[in-house]
């Protein structure tokens, strides 16, 4: 088998794809966690802190001169990313808790009792005919 084919199965097996699938749809959500708190999260903590925008929010160290920009540190951009990070890691704890809760009930489902073998069921007969006579 050559490289292709080893490629090929390397690319189709099961968990591989599951993964491409999980990635992209990772990175979609990704994109709503980051416009639920650049629109409507931050907006209201803004209003509650005096009308201030966390976006906006830069220390200068060394102000532009020419052409040459402006050193900023982008602390508000900083803290917009670590509120998507939070919010991110809760929905995602929320899903996993509600995964292992499903999985604890599925293993909680009583079992059904194994048949009888047949030995057990002649011997529950013979008994049964004994008991009868």
Do not use: C, H, W
């Amino acid at each position: 088998m050559g490289m292709i084919g080893e490629f090929r199965d390397f690319a189709m097996r099961g968990n591989v794809v599951d993964m491409a699938v999980g990635v992209v749809i990772g990175a979609a959500f990704g994109k709503i966690v980051t416009s639920f708190t650049n629109d409507v999260l931050m907006p209201p903590i803004g209003m509650l802190t005096g009308g201030v925008d966390f976006s906006d929010k830069v220390l200068t160290l060394k102000e532009a001169i020419g052409d040459a920009a402006a050193v900023t540190l982008n602390y508000g951009t900083f803290i917009n990313v670590i509120l998507d990070f939070l919010i991110i890691a809760f929905a995602i704890f929320l899903v996993v808790k509600a995964m292992n809760a499903a999985k604890r009930k599925e293993e909680e489902a009583p079992a059904a009792p194994p048949e009888p073998s047949k030995q057990e069921v002649l011997l529950t007969e013979i008994r049964d005919a004994l008991r009868s006579r």
